[in-house]
């Protein structure tokens, strides 16, 4: 073989190299700036999710300020009324008596309380004068602890029963104490025996109770 020709051989040999050196060096070039685009596509359609999330929640927001604003004014004015809306006094203390708002939360308890419902009970019965035979019910505050709250609450009912005895006069003023109960009182039955001058009454019926509405704020992930 003669030097050229062994020369010639080297240079194909070395510019082949070269080809393929630079043919992989493009081809990584290549290859990069496909995967590197695919990734920054990715994060540009991920954090535009995540500002329409952000604008949303805002929005939300802004709502809801407006709502608490509304919701402000309006308590207020339930607040103030120189009535309650039993037609009582909102400063006193008489059966009748009381703030619009005690009103409500008197009449609708958030938690279940049976003793404090026995308690009313006596209270209303007793401002009648009549004889107080029994009160009587189930006590299911072990049943009811675990729900005190919920996302959408309900009333639940609380059945009792009492029997008084008393005049004419008198058990009739307990049926009109009953209707004019802050708390709403549902007669189911009654019965009367006796006469006019030593009646004996036994109601059932049944009141409320309603679980306190559950505020959860939630987190959400932006896929």
């Known amino acids: 073989m003669s030097p050229i020709t062994s ?6 040999a070395k510019s082949n190299t070269t080809i393929v050196v630079v043919t992989s060096g493009a081809c990584f070039v290549v290859v990069f700036c496909i995967v590197a685009s695919i990734s920054l596509f990715g994060q540009f359609m991920y954090q535009n ?3 329409t999330a952000n604008q949303i929640a805002l929005q939300r927001l802004k709502t809801n300020l407006q709502a608490t604003s509304t919701l402000e004014s309006s308590y207020n004015a339930f607040l103030a009324t120189p009535t309650n809306i039993i037609g009582g006094n909102p400063g006193g ?3 009748q008596d009381g703030s619009n708002t005690k ?3 008197d009449a609708l308890p958030s938690k279940y309380d049976y003793p404090a ?6 209270d209303i019965l007793l401002g009648q004068g009549v004889q107080i035979q029994s009160i009587t019910g189930t006590d299911q505050g ?3 602890e675990g729900d005190q709250s919920a996302a959408s609450p309900s009333p639940q009912p609380m059945p009792f029963q009492v ?3 008393g005049n004419y006069t008198q058990i009739q003023s307990v049926v009109d104490a009953f209707n004019r109960s802050i708390r709403p009182i549902q007669i189911q039955t ?3 025996a006796g006469d006019q001058s030593k009646l004996t009454l036994t109601i059932s019926a049944q009141t409320f109770w309603q679980p306190a509405h559950n505020l959860s704020i939630s987190t959400q992930v932006v896929q």
């Open 142 to 144: 072990a049943t009811q």
């Open 93 to 95: 203390t008489g059966s």
């Open 163 to 165: 029997v008084v005895s």
């Open 190 to 192: 009654m019965e009367l």
């Open 7 to 12: 020369v010639k051989r080297s240079l194909i």
């Open 117 to 122: 419902l026995v308690t009313s009970l006596e």
């Open 49 to 51: 999710r995540v500002i």
């Open 103 to 105: 009103i409500v939360l």
